[in-house]
């Protein structure tokens, strides 16, 4: 069989641009495809963020016009080979030269052009792939040009290729005003109904993805089920219910290379599941560093997130006074929400010495709270997969979690009977239920050698993306098998 080719669309790629666990997929899993032999090829816009080291490395391949409706804009291609796999970067600096990555007023103007872009350089290239790998509202489109615009074209180029397309949060969507959908996409308004792109009166690149895209994937197996009920559909369980038999969830991985608490160059000190005298070590410096008081039999819990609803943060409003009478310390890490940055701050007001409330955004600092606590709060509303509770095990730190989505499918209850399980969770949101799992967690921790098995369980955890990866290849290879039969 010939080699699997795959055309892997992201709107963040880490290193080189990241606001979420979007980027930290789109950078570690094309790397795992590559391993199992997988010719895959990353496309991103050429943001003006991207650190000058990086732009400086960049090729510059050829340029092309892309067509929006009436408008025909530049579209630069930049190429940079990184960590073994080829990345390409679509250069319109009318449209990724800007302040921030995202809400800047013309988001489906700019991603109207990214979706097009992907397709239309592929020639130009000289890049034909089997598969074409989309991620998120900002490549939404793309299936639906694919059929109405590319497929047949002269010369048969993308006759016969396929669309995966994987869905990393439903909640955010890309919707914007109908005309989008002439004006800019130029396409046909019989694509404008329920079963098509229209939502609400209005256009919604999700959607789009959702019902023109050949499979569809997320990122846990639970958040695949869960989205199929009200509750968690945000208004696309329709969609969702009627594709059910294309829709399948293959959980993330992390990269163990760079999350490594052995060889981290961000921790104080270096440590394994065999010794664990480096994480003590991260914990006095971490409580010295936050100005906590350093006593290594207090238990520390953090909590390192964006400070949005999601993420449980009401729960934790409402019990926080009778967490700290359990007698922890607590460390915040995250921004978002104003109501919530000020709750965490006036918390710090009132426990000094017990709460550090640090609200910003600090990739260094993460991964010190990482490996220097005892456990990680993460009672989420929903959770499509959650990564902050993977890297908190690879790290030592034992995680407590609300039984939803990916925390569902990554943490296993700890059961003090046969003392199995990596971390303590809860099910209903209920913020009483959330301080009982905080509970159990701080009785065993009391017993410092159960505590230590549990926490040498949670770094020993295979996370890596090695299994995963094998199920997108798998995956790339059923749709071909199913679709070019
Ligand atoms: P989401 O994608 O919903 O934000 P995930 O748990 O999947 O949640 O991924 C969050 C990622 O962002 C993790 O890598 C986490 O460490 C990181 N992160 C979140 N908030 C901060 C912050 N304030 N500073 C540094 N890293 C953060």
Not at 470 to 482: S, T, V
Request: net charge negative; charged share 25%; proline share 3%.
């Amino acid at each position: 069989m010939s080699q699997l080719r795959v055309w892997f669309a992201s709107s963040e790629v880490a290193p080189f641009a990241k606001t979420g666990g979007l980027a930290d997929v789109a950078g570690s899993l094309p790397k795992a495809l590559k391993k199992l032999n997988v010719d895959i090829r990353v496309v991103m816009p050429k943001y003006s963020q991207i650190d000058p080291s990086w732009v400086s490395k960049m090729e510059f391949v050829g340029s092309c016009q892309v067509e929006l409706s009436w408008r025909k804009q530049y579209c630069g291609i930049y190429k940079l080979d990184y960590d073994g796999v080829t990345y390409y970067f679509i250069d319109n600096e009318f449209y990724f030269f800007r302040e921030w990555y995202y809400g800047l007023g013309d988001d489906g103007e700019r991603f109207s052009f990214f979706c097009k872009a992907v397709l239309e350089v592929l020639p130009l290239i000289g890049f034909q792939p089997d598969i074409i790998h989309l991620n998120d509202w900002q490549t939404g489109m793309v299936s639906l040009l694919l059929d109405a615009h590319y497929r047949h074209r002269e010369g048969g180029f993308y006759k016969r290729i396929h669309t995966l397309f994987t869905i990393h949060n439903l909640k955010y969507q890309g919707v914007f005003p109908k005309s989008v959908l002439s004006d800019l996409l130029g396409l046909d308004w019989k694509y404008f109904h329920l079963n098509g792109v229209e939502y609400y009166d209005q256009v919604n690149f999700l959607k789009a993805a959702l019902s023109y895209s050949a499979m569809i994937s997320t990122v846990s197996r639970t958040y695949a089920e869960e989205i199929k009920y009200d509750f968690f559909g945000e208004n696309l369980q329709d969609i969702l219910r009627r594709r059910s038999a294309d829709l399948i969830g293959i959980v993330n991985g992390i990269d163990y290379e760079h999350n490594d608490p052995k060889t981290d160059p961000r921790l104080y000190a270096h440590f394994d599941a065999q010794d664990l005298t480096g994480k003590y070590e991260n914990k006095r410096r971490l409580q010295q560093e936050l100005g906590l008081m350093v006593k290594e039999d207090v238990p520390v819990v953090s909590f390192i997130s964006r400070l949005v609803d999601q993420k449980g943060l009401d729960l934790i409003e409402y019990m926080l006074h009778e967490m700290m009478d359990l007698g922890i310390q607590f460390v915040v890490l995250g921004s978002g929400e104003w109501r919530y940055e000020e709750m965490f701050r006036q918390a710090q007001a009132r426990y000094p010495g017990r709460v550090s409330a640090n609200i910003k955004y600090d990739g260094v600092l993460a991964q010190r709270i990482y490996a220097g606590s005892d456990m990680f709060l993460m009672p989420s509303l929903y959770e499509p997969c959650g990564l902050s509770q993977i890297f908190s095990m690879r790290y030592g730190t034992v995680p407590i979690v609300r039984e939803t989505g990916g925390l569902k499918d990554t943490v296993i209850p700890y059961n003090v009977s046969t003392k199995e399980g990596t971390g303590f969770s809860f099910a209903n949101y209920n913020a009483h239920e959330m301080k009982d799992a905080l509970a159990r967690a701080i009785e065993v921790y009391k017993n410092k050698e159960e505590w230590e098995s549990l926490v040498r369980r949670c770094m020993k955890q295979d996370f890596t993306w090695e299994s995963s990866a094998r199920e997108y290849k798998d995956l790339y290879n059923d749709m071909l098998k199913r679709f070019n039969a």
